[in-house]
């Protein structure tokens, strides 16, 4: 399976900036402080369950379901 | 004028307090804002300056430096006031204890925010509110609390961590009257006039990217470059050899970029085949090499361009890496970057790293008022 990381990247910004465009550059910049970048993410990417399991984790303390 | 700064250098904290609130006259002030140098007694000064406002809130940091409109200073107290066409109503919450619990502080701290604004954190509109933090210098919280403001808020907090003209000893951030170390002081401002940022670090990307592949991030170190010792992959980068590489960390600091904006992270030190850094480095982040340039030439463009687009201000806090302080000493260059704030009231002060959406190093981060 590929493209799960680039999706919830994705997601956590959808729901944080809610189409404001300085939130979601905010809100890109704190996830690429995080060590992850969503520009580095495409839809082919492997699904790493390392880190799908640690974007959890950030999205749990953003308040965010993803 | 709605927000004034002024500046002291007696030496008892007493008279510096009384003669930054002579220069400070003016009606309806509803904070009070102050960096002194290490050399003051904090207790003391804090003490004093709370003093001299009653029940007017004050806060503030030791520093590295100082920075007031057209000055750079040492060993010296720079305050600012502002009154209520800035600052609509704020509300200061000090953290104890970061080293150890940094969680729970942030919590608690946001929750006197939302029960005083009756706003939950998460809700608060951020262009109506700002935040300021100060921190001290010397605890190595500041990843972990910026972490914790992000991922609970979209309001900015902009901010520093505290200095102690670089003895590395001792740090102490203020808070209505008190001094505390070990902490730090969130300070949430519902502003009564438009507010924005400026970020401005002086590097040009070399276009050399250096992968951190182990890093002990506690210690904010990293062991190794793409799979190489750190000490070996950095020296290879700026062409010159492992004995000779800390001569090159002032000038050639790594960015993580965003975009063309470089998030700088700065090496401090070497141990064993490591590099000890200024800030936090994850595994897997793409670091870019930087080389120095021009910090008031830029600087001066940074202003001007917020200048254009925002239109006159009110006044700017500057926060100041205590590395580009040292840089412009080196090049006998404080005077000019002084003048670039000479036509706005600016206070500021030199720190031991700036807050800016996370922990950054070689950068001036400002608030800038309208």
């Known amino acids: 399976m590929a493209g799960q990381i ?5 997601e956590i910004i959808r729901q944080r900036a ?3 465009h300085t939130l979601t550059q905010t809100t890109k910049t704190k996830l690429i402080l995080k060590g992850f970048n969503p520009d580095k993410y495409t839809a082919l ?4 369950p390392e880190v799908i399991k640690k974007i959890r984790a950030v999205a749990a303390e953003m308040g965010i379901r993803i | 004028m709605n927000i004034k700064t002024a500046y002291s250098t ?14 400070l006259e003016m009606n309806g002030v509803k904070a009070m804002l102050f960096f002194a140098s290490s050399q003051y007694d904090a207790d003391a000064v804090s003490a004093a300056m709370q003093s001299q406002y009653g029940d007017i809130p004050t806060f503030g940091c030791t520093t590295a430096g100082e920075i007031v409109s057209g000055k750079m ?3 010296s107290v720079v305050g600012m006031a502002f009154n209520g066409r800035i600052i609509e109503d704020m509300k200061i919450a000090v953290l104890k204890n970061i080293s150890e619990n940094v969680k729970d502080a942030v919590d ?9 604004y009756n706003t939950k954190m998460a809700d608060m509109d951020f262009r ?8 001290d210098g010397l605890a190595g919280a500041e990843e972990q609390i910026m972490d914790q403001i992000g991922d609970k808020s979209n309001v900015m907090f902009i901010g520093g961590s505290a200095g102690d003209d670089v003895q590395f000893v001792k740090t102490h951030v203020f808070a209505e009257g008190k001094a505390y170390s070990n902490a730090a002081v969130l300070v949430l401002i519902k502003a009564a006039t438009a507010f924005d940022f400026i970020k401005t670090q002086s590097f040009q990307n070399l276009n050399k990217v250096l992968v951190a592949t182990k890093v002990d991030a506690a210690k904010r170190e990293v062991l190794a470059f793409d799979g190489r010792p750190a000490v070996e992959a950095y020296a290879d980068a700026v062409g010159t050899s492992v004995d000779a590489i800390d001569e090159y960390f002032m000038s050639n600091p790594v960015g993580l970029m965003t975009g063309d904006e470089p998030y700088v992270r700065s090496p401090q030190r070497v141990e064993g085949s490591g590099i000890v850094f200024y800030c936090n480095v994850l595994e897997g982040m793409e670091l870019s090499l930087l080389q120095s340039g021009d910090i008031v030439g830029d600087t001066r463009r940074a202003l001007d361009d917020k200048l ?9 806090i500057n926060f100041h890496c205590i590395l580009r302080t040292l840089e412009l000493k080196n090049k006998s260059l404080t005077a000019d970057y002084g003048l670039a704030f000479k036509d706005v009231p600016t206070v500021g002060f030199s720190t031991y790293g700036e807050e800016f959406l996370g922990h950054i190093n070689q950068t001036s981060t400002m608030l800038v008022f309208k």
């Open chain 1, 6 to 10: 680039k999706r919830m990247l994705d």
């Open chain 1, 18 to 20: 809610k189409g404001d």
């Open chain 1, 45 to 48: 990417s492997e699904d790493s």
């Open chain 2, 10 to 23: 007696n030496k008892a904290p007493n008279g510096v307090a009384a003669e930054i609130k002579d220069q």
């Open chain 2, 73 to 75: 200073l040492d060993n």
């Open chain 2, 108 to 116: 608690e701290a946001f929750k006197s925010f939302e029960a005083y």
């Open chain 2, 128 to 135: 109506k509110y700002v935040g300021i933090i100060l921190i």
């Open chain 2, 308 to 316: 254009k687009t925002f239109g006159p201000v009110s006044g700017i």
